[in-house]
């Protein structure tokens, strides 16, 4: 589906109707095998329809590190793909499916090596074919997971924010993308994880905070925004230094509370200024917000707020597909089956690939 759509028309009084769409999607089961960081999981997919989507987490493992060490990860992938696989099958009600689809990169070398080689013994197994899926993608494609989405205007903004990722892109077509802007420095998540630890909360951090917001005053501490005058692009480094020194500073008289709020608020404040800033100047009629941290409801809340106010639509995934998960892996997969593309057995990882689709 090459060529970037015309989305907008008038209709016979003139006014400028948005057209929805809906990308295409394979109608046979497929198989998807997620691995790229800290969950093995795998999901049944059919069309947009996500059958089962097993995941099996690793946090408990890796919050003795506050962090996710790679080669532990690798392990705990080992021993959960075969299971997490035997119970996405099983919970569909299938022995075997159409074709596998399986995240390739960007990601943990290893972590990721485990989910292609299942993949690919499958693939073999069942004669079926197999595709590579670019992680971002699966999270660009997870709002059609939830079935009450009838369809999105071609193009529209995706603020694709997560522990690896801040980036404003915009989708002109299905499959089609042109980064628009990212974060300079350290995504949105890191801060999140960095700030939990600085105050004792735990890992993942974005949950963390999250929790212990709750009733804390979010102008209590004053924290920075990187980038104000700037629509596109993200830097979070300056707030991770910024509640650094807040929690020397402060000591024993910190509170916790207040500084979990003030740093979801300065977080949630960059992330919805710029959105709004950037659709103004795209004139773009939607915006979608994935990945980890758009499971965070004070962002949810604050884009719904602020697109409903501006006349945007506004679409986020499913909570079950928001963090790292198979479904959205699988949907990412149906469209690009569907559109005709194939992998091969000789397809290997990478720890970071560009966007496919992605267009200058």
């Given at each position: 589906m090459g060529g970037t759509p015309a989305e907008t028309r008038r209709d016979g009084s003139g006014a400028l109707k948005v057209e929805r769409r809906v990308p295409p999607f394979w109608d046979r089961p497929i198989l998807a095998i997620e691995s790229s960081c800290d969950e093995t999981s795998a999901a049944v997919?059919?069309?947009?329809?996500?059958?089962?989507?097993?995941?099996a987490s690793q946090i408990e493992m890796h919050q003795k590190w506050g962090g996710v060490v790679p080669e532990a990860a690798a392990r705990a992938h080992l021993e959960s793909i075969v299971p997490v696989i035997q119970e996405a099958l099983s919970a569909a009600g299938l022995e075997k499916v159409?074709?596998?689809a399986v995240t390739r990169t960007p990601g943990l070398v290893g972590a990721l090596s485990v989910g292609l080689s299942a993949a690919k013994a499958l693939a073999i197994q069942w004669g079926v074919p197999i595709l590579g899926v670019h992680h971002l993608e699966g999270h660009l494609m997870s709002p059609w997971g939830d079935p009450s989405l009838e369809g999105l205007p071609y193009p529209h903004l995706c603020l694709t924010i997560s522990g690896g990722h801040s980036e404003i892109i915009q989708v002109t077509a299905p499959g089609e993308y042109r980064l628009l802007g990212e974060t300079l420095d350290d995504a949105a998540g890191?801060?999140?994880d960095k700030g939990a630890r600085l105050l004792g909360l735990g890992y993942p951090g974005g949950k963390a905070?999250?929790?212990a917001a709750i009733g804390g005053n979010p102008h209590r501490y004053k924290l920075p925004r990187a980038l104000r005058d700037d629509p596109f692009h993200?830097?979070?480094s300056g707030l991770k230094t910024a509640m650094l020194r807040l929690v020397q500073v402060e000591g024993s008289a910190l509170d916790v509370r207040d500084a979990a709020a003030s740093l979801q608020e300065a977080i949630v404040d960059v992330i919805a200024t710029k959105a709004m800033q950037c659709a103004e100047r795209t004139g773009s009629s939607a915006v979608t917000l994935v990945g980890g941290v758009s499971a965070n409801r004070a962002l949810r809340d604050r884009l719904a707020g602020l697109?409903?106010?501006?006349?945007?639509?506004?679409?986020?995934p499913p909570f079950s597909?928001?963090?790292d998960n198979a479904g959205m892996i699988g949907l990412a997969g149906s469209m690009r089956l569907a559109m005709g593309e194939r992998g091969d057995l000789s397809m290997d990882v990478s720890p970071g690939d560009?966007?496919?689709g992605l267009m200058e």
């Amino acid at each position: 589906m090459g060529g970037t759509p015309a989305e907008t028309r008038r209709d016979g009084s003139g006014a400028l109707k948005v057209e929805r769409r809906v990308p295409p999607f394979w109608d046979r089961p497929i198989l998807a095998i997620e691995s790229s960081c800290d969950e093995t999981s795998a999901a049944v997919v059919v069309g947009r329809e996500v059958r089962s989507n097993i995941v099996a987490s690793q946090i408990e493992m890796h919050q003795k590190w506050g962090g996710v060490v790679p080669e532990a990860a690798a392990r705990a992938h080992l021993e959960s793909i075969v299971p997490v696989i035997q119970e996405a099958l099983s919970a569909a009600g299938l022995e075997k499916v159409s074709a596998v689809a399986v995240t390739r990169t960007p990601g943990l070398v290893g972590a990721l090596s485990v989910g292609l080689s299942a993949a690919k013994a499958l693939a073999i197994q069942w004669g079926v074919p197999i595709l590579g899926v670019h992680h971002l993608e699966g999270h660009l494609m997870s709002p059609w997971g939830d079935p009450s989405l009838e369809g999105l205007p071609y193009p529209h903004l995706c603020l694709t924010i997560s522990g690896g990722h801040s980036e404003i892109i915009q989708v002109t077509a299905p499959g089609e993308y042109r980064l628009l802007g990212e974060t300079l420095d350290d995504a949105a998540g890191e801060a999140f994880d960095k700030g939990a630890r600085l105050l004792g909360l735990g890992y993942p951090g974005g949950k963390a905070i999250q929790e212990a917001a709750i009733g804390g005053n979010p102008h209590r501490y004053k924290l920075p925004r990187a980038l104000r005058d700037d629509p596109f692009h993200f830097s979070f480094s300056g707030l991770k230094t910024a509640m650094l020194r807040l929690v020397q500073v402060e000591g024993s008289a910190l509170d916790v509370r207040d500084a979990a709020a003030s740093l979801q608020e300065a977080i949630v404040d960059v992330i919805a200024t710029k959105a709004m800033q950037c659709a103004e100047r795209t004139g773009s009629s939607a915006v979608t917000l994935v990945g980890g941290v758009s499971a965070n409801r004070a962002l949810r809340d604050r884009l719904a707020g602020l697109c409903a106010q501006n006349g945007l639509g506004f679409v986020v995934p499913p909570f079950s597909l928001c963090t790292d998960n198979a479904g959205m892996i699988g949907l990412a997969g149906s469209m690009r089956l569907a559109m005709g593309e194939r992998g091969d057995l000789s397809m290997d990882v990478s720890p970071g690939d560009s966007l496919p689709g992605l267009m200058e």
